[in-house]
């Protein structure tokens, strides 16, 4: 039982938190580094043509310096998540931030398709550092839960905004300057994180937590890696070798991983966070609903620009609706669940983003902006309702000591899910529009993907090439719409789940987090 004098001392230690008066300012600061990821993994997809056409990377290495970043982010996210709890978040917030910034100029100033792709790996391993431990110091920054609820609704709208804002900057830099710029814009952003990280940022890291194991630290990255390989192997080239072997592995280290979890005084991930339902379900609901979206995200660019004509800038554009719906919702997402219910919100913002979803199985070639523009508004709003209380329960969930890890479970499940997305949804797409016919002869480049057939069609008669691209753009929308209605099927599937596996879960007040706290850390002691 906990004594009086605990529950005084930790009642004291909260109102001594919360009366900080630099918190908020803290808040800004960590935000820069969710708008900086956000915006990074959005503006190469537009780069990449220039890049191709500069430094002439194979298709294998083109698939590289595109994947690799992701691929290396999501083996790592756990392991730095147990690291900023060992060493601090804010030393390894502030270490990440500066390594991002300097290996931005490597990219900006790749002159081989090598040097690119190992720029992209350093990044990922850079990137890795920074989402665990910008939400690990939130949950240690705001012990008041609607206080940070706020804060968490503010980061999350961070991200969306940045989704949103990168293609519009990244279409207007390409525009008017080389390829480079698009990683060079990390650098003063970058500059004001760190110094002005160093004044504001409170230091937080776990007390006595034990050594940082080396071999959970290769498992878990073996088998991210392994896995999310083979995801991307099987969608693009069917069930071969290479993607069984990568699976295989991939299983067989995370298999390993959670048992070595298992087994250690102080493990790298305490397995046993897994227990909380509420955790778990707020997990499974991230991954499900990044699976079912992102995907569809990605090729919704490609349509806007490729089928309906727009330019990246428009294209960017188009798709600013997602992102003030989810800032809007974001901001307002812990309120709303404290009126109705944590599994209400979630479950009905999933649902509302399936039915979004189910409406773009509608589109053709001419469809009007007023169909898109409403079903992505509807899209950010239930994705910023869901992600943000998600977010919440997962760090409401477990100890502050513990906040890095739970943090970067959080983040390894949007990362995979987006992995399986792309490569589930993309394979849907990539299915149904390698089936158009065309007229013998044509270059089988033009079945690869849209941007193939449109330079096959550059070299093809006005005719010929009329007739291609009208095929091309007819092939390509019908494996969105497909791929659409098999968003929309996960999507609702997430709905049902997050129903089931959320309830009872409330979002706490001030008087619960105080009382709650000491019995959390003794669910989740120390070993």
Do not use: C
């Not at 053709?364 to 309702?385: K, M, N, Q, R, W």
């Amino acid at each position: 039982m906990t004594s009086t004098r605990q529950r005084t001392a930790t009642a004291t230690e909260v109102t001594a938190t919360e009366a900080r008066p630099g918190r908020w300012l803290a808040l800004s600061v960590l935000v820069l580094a969710v708008l900086l990821v956000a915006v990074d993994a959005t503006v190469l997809g537009l780069a990449t043509p220039y890049i191709s056409e500069d430094l002439r990377p194979s298709g294998a290495q083109l698939l590289w310096i595109g994947d690799v970043y992701s691929f290396v982010i999501a083996g790592l996210l756990v392991s730095m998540g147990g690291l900023g709890d060992r060493i601090g978040r804010k030393k390894l917030l502030l270490t990440g931030a500066t390594a991002f910034g300097a290996i931005s100029v490597l990219n900006a100033y790749a002159v081989t398709p090598e040097l690119m792709i190992l720029a992209r790996a350093l990044l990922g391993v850079a990137g890795a550092t920074l989402m665990p431990a910008t939400l690990a110091l939130i949950r240690n920054l705001f012990h008041d839960p609607r206080e940070r609820s706020l804060a968490i609704g503010v980061w999350g709208a961070t991200a969306s905004a940045g989704t949103a804002v990168g293609p519009i900057v990244g279409g207007f830099l390409l525009e008017h300057f080389w390829w480079g710029s698009v990683f060079l814009i990390n650098l003063p952003v970058m500059a004001v994180l760190v110094l002005v990280g160093i004044r504001l940022l409170p230091e937080s890291r776990t007390p006595d937590p034990g050594p940082w194991d080396l071999t959970s630290v290769a498992l878990s990255l073996v088998g991210m890696l392994g896995v999310v390989y083979a995801v991307k192997e099987a969608a693009t080239h069917g069930l071969s070798l290479d993607a069984l072997s990568a699976a295989a592995l991939g299983g067989a280290a995370l298999f390993w991983f959670v048992r070595r979890q298992l087994t250690l005084p102080s493990p790298l991930l305490d397995m046993r966070l897994f227990r909380n339902r509420g955790f778990s379900g707020a997990v499974l609901s991230d991954l499900l609903t990044i699976l079912g979206m992102s995907g569809l995200v990605f090729f919704l660019s490609q349509y806007l620009q490729l089928v309906q004509g727009r330019r990246p800038f428009e294209a960017g554009l188009a798709e600013l609706p997602a992102a003030v719906g989810a800032v809007a919702a974001g901001l307002v997402a812990g309120t709303v669940a404290r009126r109705f219910s944590v599994r209400s919100v979630v479950a009905g913002g999933l649902a509302a983003v399936g039915l979004a979803l189910a409406a773009l199985t509608l589109l053709d070639e001419s469809t009007g902006y007023p169909l898109i523009g409403a079903a992505l508004l509807v899209v950010g709003v239930g994705a910023g309702f869901s992600f943000t209380v998600t977010a919440d329960v997962i760090l409401a969930g477990v100890p502050k000591e513990q906040a890095g890890a739970a943090s970067a479970v959080s983040e390894t499940a949007y990362e995979l899910g987006a992995a399986l997305g792309i490569a589930l949804l993309g394979s849907i797409v990539t299915g149904v529009y390698r089936g158009f016919p065309t007229p013998p002869g044509t270059p089988p480049e033009a079945h690869e993907s849209l941007g193939g057939a449109t330079q096959v069609a550059s070299a093809l008669p006005a005719d010929h090439a009329h007739a291609l691209m009208t095929a091309a753009r007819e092939a390509f929308t019908d494996g969105l719409t497909a791929a659409a209605g098999a968003g929309a099927t996960v999507l609702l599937a997430a709905s049902a789940a997050a129903w089931l596996l959320l309830r009872d879960q409330h979002l706490e007040d001030e008087a619960q987090a105080t009382a709650q706290e000491p019995q959390r850390s003794r669910t989740h002691p120390r070993r």
